[in-house]
């Protein structure tokens, strides 16, 4: 299993800047890309806010293009977003998301991928 626990969230103003984490732990050999998603309010998850691959090749929503980078350290098998110039459409629910493949006999029992359980991020105007 992977257990992701997501952290540093919290209430900007317009303008700010917070950095997110996603500490991955369990069989986080058999992670490959990861990527963080939101969830605003009303409305279901699914915007993908940015990925990267285990390579560090990065993809960004138009949206935050200029204003995020997503980034992670394999050593210490932690996912990281920083978000500048923050606006009040970026408050939402943030998830970590991370997928696996089958990289030895260990990860076959894994699913597709894991999530993380949320963290909230709010901008005030």
């Known amino acids: 299993q992977v257990q992701l626990v997501e952290s540093g969230g919290g209430l900007v103003q317009a303008g700010g800047s917070l950095r997110l984490s996603c500490a991955a732990s369990?069989?986080?050999?058999?992670?490959?890309?990861m990527g963080w998603y939101r969830q605003a309010p009303g409305k279901e998850r699914g915007e993908l806010v940015a990925?990267?691959?285990?390579?560090?090749?990065?993809h960004y929503a138009d949206s935050v293009k200029g204003r995020f980078t997503i980034s992670r350290d394999n050593a210490k098998n932690t996912l990281y977003l920083q978000m500048n110039f923050l606006k009040p459409e970026d408050t939402a629910v943030y998830y970590c998301?991370?997928?696996?493949?089958?990289?030895?006999?260990?990860?076959?029992?894994?699913?597709?991928?894991?999530w993380g359980q949320g963290t909230q991020v709010t901008v005030s105007s």
């Open positions: 990925a990267i691959t285990s390579g560090g090749s990065t």
């Open positions: 998301n991370a997928g696996t493949s089958i990289v030895q006999a260990s990860c076959l029992i894994l699913a597709n991928d894991y």
């Open positions: 369990g069989d986080t050999i058999c992670i490959s890309a």
